[in-house]
Structure formats: structure tokens, C-alpha cells
């Protein structure tokens, strides 16, 4: 068989999904690559579905960072099957099939493609993203601080890779966890390096990704933030220790927002971007509602989409399509079967008074109304708009006031369709955003 998955050199902000079965969905490569020479750093996420601190950090590298010297290439969504599933692993944990795994295991090219990544000449060190319960901590404590726990370490199976550039894992691992504490104002967030010795006989870390890396020479690392922090808590640790490690190689980068818990929880909960069909439809679905209903779709022929987000999945369920974001549940999209007609690209808006020439398959922001102008040939149907008689709604003046409440994307009540149509041909969506209109 053969297995697709996709490389993707960073660009746009707009990723290209298939729409599968859940079981189907493959990870995705993301190579933010600068110009000036360096080491290359490959981050996971997702090795185990349940551990949303980790894929969403490494979500947000490839969405929020560029790079300016080095390379930074990001695996989000290693295991995308059991992420969308909340799972930690539906075929099992997928971080104990390193070592042997069989060729008829569902997870066997997944496993078999992330190594060859992991064996790429180009990578440098692997940093492995997981959330851990509890605290690390050395020495007994109390049941939830204590040695058998992982939440908050940075994980090692040995103190060094001899012959190895960034073979000094202990050092390595020390000062980056030392960098991080610096910042960490609380003393019992503090992370802690746990070496698990796993070569002198630890059975479960033999078959895991970082051990595979170490005997293949490369230097290789988990970090464990802890399952007692929400999930945008655990992502900011991990992003100040993935930070570290650039730091302590000397890859630079700048990043679209603060390292704060809000600013981060602010990126996590507002990045749901889905455009259908070449960008023809597009929906900010940050807050949509759970399900939305009569969204145009292409007769014979499969959904096309693309998306803000590397952990956005949209399954077909046969009667709807379900749209996921890593482990949440963002809407179900129940389709109305139409031909496509490419005929329109653009159309003019009055928004707020002012003449716009406005691209399909994007969003408008409206303070107060707007007035699609009349497109001889097309109609024009605002969904929630009614007007006894009025069949086209071009060249009439509109104010949120004037639609249905419930026919919004949104829970606030604050994005509307516009579609258009040429006969009963659907030619594409423009999104009307009313967030700035602080009175509705
Ligand atoms: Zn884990």
C-alpha cells in the first residue's frame, strides 16, 4: 500500500487536508527552514492522543514561529487517529512500537515513516512531546511529587551519546531545564531531568521513539509536562523548553505572540480556520456551533479542504461531516449537494458605507450593515436573511438586526453566510463578521 502523508514547507498559513476516515488520517512534516546555515531540531507531537499540551505546542511552532537561522522541522500530529479520537493510543500505545513492531500493525507505516524522518541526516537532536502525570521529582515527596512520576522532566535514557554532536545529553538537558526554572516563577513547576538508564535494562523505554534515536545516534529527548496544568498551561512549558533547546543550539527565531498562559490559551482557542473547495467557502469556526446545516457542497466529488490548523480534521460521516480540532469537537457540516460554478471570483460589498471589492471564500468585517451590489445573472442569498417576496437579497442595506440569530456560524451570533449563485449553480460563500458591532 502505498502511504501518503505530507511535507509541507511552510508558506501559507493554510494547510491542505484530505478528508477521511478517522482511521486514514496521516500525520503531516512541517519544515520551517531559514536561509542561514544550523542545526536542525524535529519536534513530535501526538505520539499518544491524550496529551493535548503537547501537539498543540507543536502545533503552534508551525504556526506561530519563523525561523532565522537552523531548521525547526515539526511533527504535530504523529498519532492523528487517536488525537481525533481522544485516545492515547486506539491501536495500542504507539510509543511502545519501536523497537519491534509487526508489519500487519495498523501503526506500521506511521512508525516506519516517523523513523526514517528521525533517521534523516539532516536532524540533529529529536525532541518527543508528551504530557506526564504528576511531578518528576527525584526523591520522595509526596504521591504526587515523587520519582515514578513524569510530569514536568526532561527525559534522557542515558547521560551521554559518546562521538555524537549534542551527545552530552545529561549537560544538555540540565541547562535547559535550569533556563527554563529561571522562568518558571513557581519553585514546584520547576522541571527536572530524568535520566531512565533505559540501555541497563528498562524493558518499556527500549521500545520507545527517543530509544530508537539513541541507538541510531541520535541524541533525542522527551519532555513531560505535567497533567495537573490545563491544556494551555502544559503547552506554554513546552514551548519555553523547546525554546530553550533553539536556544542553547543557537537557532533564532521570533514567534507571533507572548510566551503567557493567556496569550497562549488565546492562540489555542482561536486558530479554527477551514476553507472548502479552493478557498470558495470559509469559516472562522473559533466558536461555531455544534452543528451547522445546508453548507454547499460539490455533487461526485470528494471534500476538499484546507485549514489554519495541522490538528483540524473534517471526517466523513457519511450523512454530515464532522470537523475536529486535536481532541475537541468543533461542529458538524450537514451538506446541500449543488454543481459548482467558477465563474465568480469577485464581488462588491458597500460595508459600512464604503465600496469593497471582496474575494470569495473569505471573511468581512461589518460594523454596522452592508449592501452586496447587484450581479446581473447571480443571486445573492444572505442564509438567515428574510424578507416576504425577496428571493435575491443584492442591492438591499443589512444590519445584524435584519438576520436570524440562530442562523449564525457562531454561538455569539456574529458570523453570516453570504452564498452566491448563479442559476442553481453555487459559485462561492463570503463570511460577514460582525465582532466589531459591540451592540450586538
Ligand atoms: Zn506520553
Known sequence: MRYLYFILIVASMFFRGA??????????LHKLESSQQGPTILVIGGIQGDEPGGFNAASLLVTEYSIHSGNVWVVPNLNFPSIIH???GIYGDMNRKFADIKPDDPEYDIVEK????????????????????????????DKLHNASRWGQSVIIDQAELPDVKYGNLQQLADEVAQHVNK???RKNHWFAVKNTHTREGDREMEKTLTY?????????FGVEASKSFLTHERTLFHLQIVEAFMQKLGIEYTRGFNLTSRAVKQRIDNNVKLALYENRIFFDM?????RLSYIPMRKDSPLEFSSSNPLVAVINKKRYYQVRYGNRHVTRLHPEYFEFDDSLQNVKLEIDGVLHEVKLGTAVKVLDKFKVLPLEGYRINVIGFRRKGVRNESGLLISRNDIARRFSVDKSAKFYRVEFYRGNRFCGMVLVDFTSNSRV
Do not use: T, W
Open 19 to 28: 478528508y477521511a476516515d478517522v482511521e486514514k488520517l496521516k500525520f503531516s
Open 86 to 88: 481522544r485516545s492515547r
Open 114 to 141: 516517523i523513523k526514517a524522518i528521525i533517521l534523516d541526516k539532516r536532524v540533529d537532536i529529536v525532541l518527543n512531546l508528551h504530557d506526564g502525570s504528576g511531578f518528576y521529582r527525584p526523591v520522595y515527596i
Open 183 to 185: 522562568i518558571i516563577s
Open 212 to 220: 530508537f534515536a539513541i541507538q541510531h545516534q541520535r541524541p533525542a
Open 286 to 290: 473559533a466558536r461555531a456551533r455544534a
